[in-house]
């Protein structure tokens, strides 16, 4: 998997220099200072993504934390580090996951249930994405989008549909941890990976017999991904190209999509600029500016994770000195 990010990273980075370089940069870089100091209010707006995700994130927990003692206020930091990872760590957008899982057993919570509601968070994410880009390519109609690109576009979608559907009813019914033991049992401990596996697809099914919190928290991830249009709608407004909010989530929602199925891009460098330029121009929107658009979700991106990434580390000190003996 690391191998597979440093290759998709100098995949994207390479797409991404052939973007700047047959776009007029100096008008780009003049685009994105219209913009001023009002576009750091990206930053702070970023909070409602995280507790949206964080609200979706509590309600899975909510059977294995009776006592409340992963708050609200704890997942809100977990998931802006897990975002922090996934956007700028070159782990291929699962990293995240891994270490969320981690952060959860920080709580006390045990590892089954928290391997099982991350698990079942990114299910519910690919579900949900797979919602918010087909809302994307019926508002695309509207703009007349109905050529060889836009059928390119539906039958993609299409033959993508059915994975969310899948992925889902394999953890229902599918043992997938049990089948990968057998797989796993020549390299690790058997009656360790054995008992484990077991526990794993038996919480994993139990989620399932819960059909009221995986709707809840389905409609909070719609709800999280639905706000990050307003960060393109907003961006193109202070750069004197007003949109409509129709424009802006077709914008947010095929350049997600793209950045998804491009997951080995660590960052998305490049594919997230790929996926504004392209369907910018079916909008009505230049290159410059839409590279500009780019930059100004970048810059959000780094000043938001960086803390993030920070107290994350200083946490992780702090542990490994508290597990430390007393040298003295």
Same mark, same amino acid.
């Given at each position: 998997m690391r191998k597979a990010a440093y290759i998709g990273g100098l995949l994207g980075v390479a797409l991404l220099v052939?973007?700047?370089?047959?776009?007029d940069l100096a008008a780009m870089i003049q685009t994105l200072r219209s913009g001023g100091w009002t576009l750091l209010w990206l930053i702070p707006y970023r909070a409602l993504f995280y507790l949206l995700y964080a609200a979706c994130w509590m309600v899975l927990l909510r059977p294995y934390d009776p006592g409340h003692g992963i708050g609200l206020g704890y997942l809100f930091w977990a998931?802006?580090?897990?975002?922090?990872?996934?956007?700028?760590l070159p782990v291929a957008s699962v990293g995240g996951g891994v270490i969320g899982i981690?952060?959860?057993?920080?709580?006390?919570?045990?590892?089954?249930?928290?391997? @099982? /509601?991350?698990?079942? $968070?990114?299910?519910l994410t690919v579900t949900v994405l797979? %919602?918010?880009?087909?809302? *994307?390519?019926?508002?695309?109609?509207?703009?007349?989008?109905?050529?060889?690109?836009?059928?390119?576009?539906l039958w993609g979608f299409l033959f993508v549909l059915p994975v969310p559907?899948?992925?889902?009813?394999?953890?229902?019914?599918?043992?997938?941890?049990?089948?990968l033991q057998?797989?796993?049992?020549?390299?690790?401990?058997?009656?360790?990976?054995?008992?484990?596996? @077991? /526990?794993?697809?038996? $919480?994993?099914?139990?989620?399932?017999?819960?059909?009221? %919190?995986?709707?809840?928290? *389905?409609?909070?991830?719609?709800?999280?991904?639905?706000?990050?249009?307003?960060?393109?709608?907003f961006a193109l407004r202070l750069f004197g190209h007003p949109v409509s909010a129709a424009t802006s989530l077709v914008l947010e929602s095929m350049t997600q999509a793209v950045r998804h199925l491009a997951f080995v891009v660590p960052a998305g460098v490049g594919v997230q600029e790929a996926g504004l330029v392209i369907f910018g121009h079916s909008l009505g929107i230049g290159s410059e500016l839409a590279l500009a658009v780019s930059a100004a979700k970048r810059i959000r991106e780094v000043l938001c994770?960086?803390?993030?990434?920070?107290?994350?580390?200083?946490?992780?000190?702090?542990?490994?000195?508290?597990a430390m003996p007393n040298a003295y």
């Open positions: 052939t973007l700047l370089i047959r776009t998931t802006s580090v897990r975002d922090a990872i996934d956007r700028l981690r952060l959860l057993r920080w709580r006390g919570l045990a590892s089954a249930p928290a391997s @099982a /509601s991350v698990i079942v $968070e990114v299910a797979c %919602a918010f880009v087909g809302l *994307g390519l019926v508002l695309l109609t509207e703009f007349n989008a109905s050529g060889e690109e836009y059928r390119r576009l559907a899948l992925t889902l009813l394999l953890l229902r019914y599918g043992a997938i941890f049990g089948r057998k797989i796993l049992r020549p390299f690790l401990d058997p009656q360790w990976l054995s008992e484990n596996a @077991a /526990s794993l697809d038996t $919480e994993l099914r139990a989620y399932f017999t819960r059909p009221g %919190a995986l709707t809840i928290a *389905g409609v909070l991830q719609f709800a999280a991904l639905i706000s990050g249009s307003f960060e393109v709608w994770g960086l803390p993030s990434l920070i107290s994350w580390q200083w946490m992780e000190g702090q542990r490994l000195r508290g």
